[in-house]
C-alpha cells in the first residue's frame, strides 16, 4: 500500500511553501525526496503527520484519506523526525516499551514486536543498554525500530542522516533501503544528499515548492551523476 498525495499547497502567510503537489511513494521502493534547503520537504512532512493541516489537497496513507480518517492513516504510518526524540535516561527497550504502550501494545505482544523491530536494525543486543550510551547512528537505528513496532504501512524519515558522520550515515541508508525489501512498506525519506539514493530509487524532486520531477534516479540522471542532475534542476533560475 502506498503514500499518495494530490494537489497538496501549503502558504505561511502570503509566503506559498508548498504549491499542487502530487506524487506518488510506491510500497516495497525507497522513495528519495530530494529538495534542496527551503525546498519545502519539513512543510510536507508537518502535513503528512497532522502537525498542521491544508485546506487543498488530498493526502492518502495506505488507502485511509488522512483528513477524513486521520486515526486510521496515522496508524499506517511510522515517523523518525529529524530531532532526537528518544528518552536519555531509559533503556533501549524502555524507549521502544513506552512508544508500544502508547500503541495499545503491552506484555508478550509487545516484547515479541519489539524484539523484531530491533533485530531488523542490528540493534537486538544494545537493547539494555541506556540510550544516552548510544553513539548518534545507534540512537537514529533506535528510532527506526521505534518507529516499526506498530507494523506500519508507510515509513516517513525527515532528513534521518542529519550530524551523523559518513560510516554511521551510509549505515542507515543501508538498513533502511534493507527494510524495502518487505514489499508490504513503503519509505519516503527526505534528503538533500544524493548519495543516499540507489539508481533503483524512486526520486520525487521538490524545488521552491514544487514537484520538479518524479521517477527512478537512474532514468532521471542519464548519463550524469545524480548529484550533478540535481544541481542542474535546483540551481537554474526558476
Ligand atoms: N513558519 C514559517 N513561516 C514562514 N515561512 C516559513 C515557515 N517555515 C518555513 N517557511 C518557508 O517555507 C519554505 C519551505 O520551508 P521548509 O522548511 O518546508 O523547507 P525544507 O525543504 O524543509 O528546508 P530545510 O531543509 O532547510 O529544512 C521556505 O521558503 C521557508 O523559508
Sequence with gaps: MSLKVSDLSFSYGPKRALDAVTFEARSGKFTALLGPNGAGKSTLFGLLTRLFTSPQGVIEVAGQDLRSAPRAALA??????????????????????????????????????????????????????????????????????????????????????????????????????????????????????TDEVLPDDDVVLLHQGRIRATGPAQDLCGTQTLKDWFLSQTQAPA
Design 76 to 193: 499506517q504510518m511510522g515517523i523518525v523526525f529529524q530531532q532526537q526524540t528518544l528518552d536519555l535516561d531509559l533503556t533501549v527497550r524502555q524507549n521502544l516499551t513506552y512508544f508500544a504502550a502508547l500503541h495499545g501494545l503491552s506484555g508478550r505482544d509487545a516484547r515479541t514486536r519489539i524484539d523484531a523491530a530491533l533485530d531488523r536494525l542490528s540493534m537486538l543486543e544494545r537493547a539494555h543498554e541506556k540510550a544516552r550510551a548510544l553513539n548518534g547512528g545507534h540512537r537514529r537505528r533506535a528510532e527506526i525500530a521505534r518507529a516499526l513496532i506498530h507494523q506500519p504501512k508507510v515509513l516517513l524519515l525527515d532528513e534521518p542522516t542529519v550530524g551523523l558522520d559518513a560510516a554511521a550515515r551510509a549505515a542507515i541508508t543501508t538498513h533502511v533501503h534493507d527494510l524495502t525489501q518487505d514489499h508490504a512498506l513503503t519509505v519516503l525519506w527526505a534528503t538533500h544528499l
